[in-house]
């Protein structure tokens, strides 16, 4: 069973910043797509930022041009800048990768960081 592992998550005030990682223990060269996502109590989980294959990002539209997805092939990580947060941004964020291999799409998850911001 592959398990990505976060790290990075913490207790940050408004107008703080915090950089999430993902290890991902996959090669990065067979993903189509990673991306953060966010879980908070009672609603569903939603996607927060996502690059494809190829480089292109999207953002949700609560945290365009304050939240950077990027990844480094060299360290097989995914990162996460989170930058001028927000209380609203608290939640749980969880890593997810889609991956093609042999034919086959795997979807694999990480076990979530928390990330609070007081006001």
């Known amino acids: 069973q592959v398990q990505l592992v976060e790290s990075g998550g913490g207790l940050v005030q408004a107008g703080g910043s915090l950089r999430l990682s993902c290890a991902i223990p996959?090669?990065?060269?067979?993903?189509?797509?990673m991306g953060w996502y966010r879980q908070v109590p009672g609603k569903q989980r939603e996607v927060v930022a996502a690059m494809v294959d190829g480089g292109a990002t999207t953002y949700a539209d609560s945290v365009k041009g304050r939240f950077t997805i990027s990844r480094d092939n060299t360290k097989n990580t995914v990162y996460l800048q989170m930058t001028s947060l927000k209380p609203e941004d608290t939640g749980v964020y969880y890593c997810?990768?889609?991956?093609?291999?042999?034919?086959?799409?795997?979807?694999?998850w990480g076990q979530g960081t928390q990330v609070t911001v007081s006001s």
């Open positions: 997810h990768v889609d991956q093609l291999f042999a034919g086959r799409t795997n979807d694999y």
């Open positions: 996959v090669s990065m060269f067979s993903l189509n797509s």
